[in-house]
């Protein structure tokens, strides 16, 4: 009906269309009249001549086809699509691209190029605005345009009812559009504007009706090709040229203007060329890339230009709050600043708010620098290595210099001369690292905003006035607090980082009222921090890890902002301060491996906390009642389970219960004996991960099945249970490995149970539940989240994975299967099987070395994917391994694989020891062999399996099984202990959930 309607439309037009008639006795003659209809038909419908895009279009088309998208042609609305992007990345020669694949569509269509060059003037835009008519109207005989409003109106008037493509390249600022197109509310139904612009605020600022699309850099491949093309007249490099190829790529960063440019530059050259090319562009940028990208940066106002060579000279990967903070003293405006270079595709904020910018950028904005006079002590800005050793050994420094920064690329020792910072009165950002000096200086500038000087050897000189000072940064130094002065406000200060200051012992008074992050980590000989600390209302993370000496906090903690405390392993500490209530902003308390006796019942006062970090608090026994008040609790990790309920029942209204706790964590405390808090499952309605091994506990209660949402349940290793009772539907992951006393009929209803879940024992009552994931801190169990060579996890929820007492593989799992060796095929239809596990029997692992096991699934040959994985590096007895994945991802897999009738599957595992299972199998419906079929179980050597068999002889060799990141609920084990034995056998396996991420100083 559609299409008909279409043809209506379209023949109801066609018959309104009128002919231009010749009459006798017109003052135009009929030959007159002919070539006037050709020229109209010449310079409107016949004008479809395409634009030339490039010699060597790489990855053009594919972004043009993105762009294409967004345009959708076949709809009849109106849409306008900006293109964005850095100076040189390719925008004009997409939109060319764009406009030659589309542009017949339209019953007019004009590509502008130049815009920002040629509206520059009331003249240039007049011009314009005639051009537009003229190649869009197709009439040169255009009455005289006057005015750019009557301009304006004139294209509004002409082309409201004609269907067009008009494409304006290198927009500037909003006015230009608004000269050409006024509101751009006006035009024809299915017509459509592209804009390019190196400003993405121009786009923002047209409306939400706008469409947005970045050109991003080029990738590897892509550079690599558009740089051959050029120089070798190939889509490769020459094999002797690759190494500098290399080079130049990581140089030109994926700008395609400077691929371009240096690709044509260095055709024909030699190799020995190329090397002296690149080292001079190094240092000097070539001419034509510095011109192109040098417009962004002269559309600056002088404040940004100044943020912009700041961050190009010494911030270009510092976090963005930071660097605002110490732009701000010094009067920059950076907040609005940062965002007007963001838009100018100047720099870039990544995900984790650290400011990026390309390289060549970079090197523009210090070039600009080095053209202010030849001497450097005579520029503003010193960033480079050479330049600073010489001003500072020479006592060559100036009023005119505003920040060095003397990074040596290896550690060096320097003789200063006399006081080389006296001249230099207007220094404001002081940046050493990898220096150390001989003598101690007596004078700073008191304008500084930044000193960065990370094991600086001395104290700061007394006579020094830091109340400029924003950010203090002198890690692993010999720093005496001389600087906070009594009585002396530092009013700007934000930023303190003292990390591994071993001569610090007490902290005293310090009035610092916006003072934003506190970093005093691994002060081994701190002993007391000053009463003052504890009403810093700005403070928004404070960390004192490890400072082991650590005995008083400040009494009481009125800590407004502050939402991040570290006190890992403050052994020494053994009380904790009183909270205000007013600290509702806390969201991260971590006391693990401190002292503490015990809690204040303050602590209900952080209504705002998501994790609170007990783990390995061995002196802490109870924790009070007010615990239960923390109802945005995520994450509990605690040696203790002596928390008495309450109230009687729970109702979310009651002010009491964990709402949001999904992990609750008691590992390897083996105090615990007893699960009284678990009675209550409604004080826990969102709990997930419930982790219990190494602890004494004898039973879990019957409560656990009303846990509905509990799917990770962790026991290994706890000696004295005896008893589990069933477990909740909810469950994807059991690990019951070295549950010695467990009683044959828990042991007996938990298999029964996992069968149940996994679909290989039938339940009436389950039927359909899956369940997913083993982790072992023990046995180091991980799960890989890594895609390389075709395998790995993609997510936590996509498997199921059990590990549980046993030495037999159960009658029940009816395996079908089973393998003679590491390797067992079967064959499925288009539909894979609804239930399909795989089982081992594993017999006792010995200690010597660690152990891992990997189960792949390929289908028809395709890239297989991980269906279990497990590590073990102590010794362990018999038990059972069940893994699966779900159903949904078996399926996909088998949708990539090519699939037909018939389709070959194989489960193979890998080791990387000399770890064996005693037998193993698994449960499959597949096409090739009778389904329920009972197959009795063999010893491994001796197995067979009813489908082909693809065995792999034991003397081939496999390839090393990879090391894999942890999931989700990841071992913070560094990977490299598994390459030594001895490492791992001593290695402190600690393994937690994640948490949020938090911004540890």
């Avoid at 017109?26 to 010699?55: G, N, P, W, Y």
Wanted: proline share 4%; aromatic share 8%; glycine share 6%.
């Amino acid at each position: 009906m559609e299409k008909v309607q279409r043809w209506r439309v379209a023949l109801t037009k066609t018959a309104n269309l009128s002919g231009l008639c010749f009459k006798d006795g017109c003052i135009e003659s009929e030959f007159q009249f002919i070539q006037r209809i050709i020229k109209e038909i010449s310079s409107t419908k016949l004008d479809h001549t395409q634009l030339f895009v490039a010699k060597h279009p790489v990855g053009i088309d594919s972004r043009a086809e993105a762009i294409e998208l967004l345009l959708d042609t076949k709809s009849n609305d109106v849409r306008i699509v900006g293109i964005y992007g850095l100076g040189g990345v390719g925008k004009t020669t997409i939109a060319k691209a764009v406009y030659n694949r589309i542009f017949y569509r339209f019953e007019r269509s004009y590509f502008l190029e130049n815009v920002r060059e040629q509206l520059g003037t009331n003249d240039g835009i007049i011009k314009v605005q005639k051009k537009l008519l003229s190649k869009i109207i197709g009439d040169k005989n255009l009455k005289k345009v006057s005015n750019i409003a009557e301009g304006i109106k004139l294209i509004m008037d002409m082309l409201c009812h004609i269907r067009i493509l008009l494409i304006l390249d290198d927009v500037d600022e909003l006015s230009e559009i608004e000269n050409l197109l006024g509101k751009c509310n006006w035009l024809a139904s299915g017509s459509r504007v592209i804009i390019t612009t190196r400003d993405k605020q121009v786009l923002t600022t047209l409306g939400k009706e706008l469409l947005i699309y970045e050109v991003k850099k080029l990738n590897q491949c892509e550079a690599c090709e558009l740089l051959s093309l050029h120089a070798f007249q190939l889509n490769k490099p020459k094999e002797d040229y690759s190494k500098i190829v290399e080079q130049i790529i990581h140089y030109a960063n994926g700008l395609p203007l400077a691929l371009k440019i240096i690709g044509s530059d260095l055709c024909g050259k030699s190799i020995c060329e190329w090397e002296s090319a690149l080292e001079k562009y190094k240092s000097i940028s070539h001419k034509k890339i510095l011109e192109k990208l040098k417009i962004s940066y002269d559309a600056l106002e002088k404040i940004e230009k100044d943020i912009f060579l700041n961050i190009a000279c010494f911030f270009k990967g510092f976090h963005k709050d930071y660097v605002v903070n110490i732009l701000d003293s010094c009067n920059l405006y950076p907040n609005y600043g940062i965002r007007k270079l963001v838009d100018k595709c100047l720099i870039t904020v990544d995900e984790f708010g650290k400011l990026l910018m390309h390289d060549l950028l970079q090197q523009m904005g210090r070039e600009i620098i080095q053209q202010e006079l030849e001497e450097p002590r005579n520029r503003s800005r010193i960033w480079c290595y050479k330049d600073a050793y010489e001003v500072l050994t020479r006592n060559m420094g100036s009023n005119k210099i505003q920040g060095i920064m003397l990074y040596s690329p290896e550690l060096v020792t320097m003789t200063l001369q006399n006081e080389p910072f006296k001249m230099m009165e207007n220094l404001k950002f002081l940046l050493v690292r990898n220096v150390r000096i001989c003598e101690e200086f007596e004078y700073l500038p008191s304008g500084l905003r930044l000193l960065e000087w990370p094991e600086y050897p001395f104290s700061l000189p007394s006579k020094y006035d830091p109340q400029q000072l924003v950010a203090l940064n002198v890690p692993r130094s010999r720093i005496r607090l001389k600087i906070f002065k009594q009585g002396i406000q530092l009013k700007n200060l934000k930023h303190i980082n003292l990390n591994k200051c071993e001569s610090i012992t007490k902290l005293p008074e310090l009035c610092a009222p916006n003072l934003e992050t506190l970093d005093l980590s691994l002060c081994k000989n701190l002993v007391t921090i000053h009463e003052s600390f504890g009403f810093l209302d700005k403070l928004q993370a404070w960390n004192l890890d490890r400072c082991a000496k650590l005995q008083n906090l400040p009494n009481s903690l009125r800590l407004k902002s502050l939402k991040e405390f570290f006190l890992t392993d403050c052994s020494s500490l053994e009380k904790f301060p009183d909270i205000h209530l007013e600290m509702k902003c806390l969201e991260n308390l971590d006391l693990s491996g401190s002292g503490i006796l015990e809690l204040p019942s303050s602590i209900g006062y952080l209504t705002g906390l998501r994790s609170l970090d007990l783990e390995y608090c061995h002196n802490l026994r109870n924790v009070p009642d007010s615990i239960y008040k923390l109802q945005l609790l995520e994450g509990l990790y605690i040696p203790t389970a002596k928390l008495r309920p309450v109230c009687s029942s729970f109702d979310g209204f009651s002010g009491y219960g964990f709402l949001r706790l999904d992990c609750l964590d008691f590992r390897r405390s083996k105090n615990i004996v007893e699960l009284d808090l678990l009675i209550k499952f409604d004080y826990f309605p969102a709990l997930k991960h419930l982790f219990l091994s190494g602890t004494n506990i004898v039973s879990i209660p019957e409560s656990i099945s009303k846990f509905t949402t509990l799917e990770i349940l962790e026991i290994n290793n706890c000696m004295q249970l005896r008893e589990i009772p069933r477990l909740p539907q909810s469950i994807r992951f059991v690990n019951a490995k070295g549950c010695l006393s467990l009683d044959q009929q828990s042991s007996s209803r938990l298999l029964n149970q996992i069968g149940e879940i996994l679909g290989t024992k039938p339940n009436k009552e389950c039927e359909g539940e899956r369940s997913e994931i083993l982790m072992d801190p023990q046995t180091l169990i991980k799960l890989s989240i890594s895609n390389d060579e075709g395998f790995g996890f993609e997510n936590d929820d996509d498997h199921r994975s059990f590990i549980l007492p046993g030495t037999e593989i159960p009658k029940w799992f009816n395996s079908n299967h089973q393998g003679v060796g590491n390797s067992i095929s079967f064959y499925v239809g288009h539909k894979f099987p609804n239930n399909f596990a795989v089982c081992f029997a594993v017999g006792l692992v010995p200690h010597s070395s660690p152990h891992a096991c990997n189960v792949y699934l390929s289908i028809n040959g395709y890239k297989k994917i991980c269906i279990g994985l497990i590590w073990m590096l102590d010794e362990v007895s018999g038990h059972l391994w069940l893994c699966s994945r779900t159903h949904h991802k078996l399926q996909k897999q088998l949708n990539e694989s090519n699939p037909s009738e018939q389709n070959y599957a194989e489960v193979i595992y890998e080791v990387n020891n000399t770890f064996e299972p005693r037998s193993w199998g698994f449960h499959v419906e597949c096409i090739c062999c009778p389904q329920n079929s009972n197959i009795s179980y063999l010893p491994l050597l001796s197995a067979r399996h009813s489908c082909g068999s693809s065995s792999i002889p034991g003397n081939t060799e496999l390839p090393p099984l990879p090391l894999v990141s942890s999931t989700s609920y990841g071992s913070n084990l560094d990977h490299g202990a598994f390459n030594n034995v001895e490492d791992s056998k001593r290695a402190e396996i600690r393994l937690k959930p994640s948490r949020k991420p938090s911004s540890r100083l």
